[in-house]
């Protein structure tokens, strides 16, 4: 434990300042497409080949997810459960959620999807296990 930061809660300001990277990167690409002369309109366009496109989908990602994955966080140190297999499905979450980000922006992303797929599977399954031990008698 860090300054009374249990592991997570460290995962999930790990998670939200991910989340802020990507914002970050998105909002580089977009000025650099726009400062050569794109159009806005160009933003919105569906193209797994152009980083712009994939760094939108790597950021509504982890939009989407941060609610579920602060709910469970927070239900977990409201109620005083801790643990090692808390803390091992917090590490394991944010791990996935890292991975599915960067297998989102990589080159050719469009030819991941199984493999952003399954990154996305082990989020839900440390979900569905959060909401299992969270739901089981302390």
């Known amino acids: 434990m860090t300054s ?33 002369g794109g159009s806005v309109r160009d933003l919105g366009i569906p193209d797994d080949r152009r980083l712009i496109w994939r760094l939108f989908r790597a950021h509504a990602n982890p939009v989407e997810n941060l ?18 297999a808390i803390d091992a499905l917090a590490v394991a979450y944010l791990c996935a959620r890292l991975a599915q980000s960067i297998s989102h922006v990589a080159p050719r992303a469009g030819l991941r999807f199984n493999v952003r797929f399954g990154f996305f599977l082990v989020q839900l399954a440390c979900l569905a296990s959060f909401v299992i031990i969270l739901a089981a008698p302390a």
């Open 4 to 36: 009374g930061l249990t592991v997570p809660l460290l995962g999930l300001v790990a998670f939200v300042a991910w989340t802020i990277t990507l914002v970050i990167a998105l909002s580089v690409a977009r000025l650099r497409h726009l400062a050569r």
């Open 67 to 84: 609610p579920l994955f602060a709910t469970v966080v927070l239900v977990a140190t409201v109620a005083g459960r801790e643990g090692p």
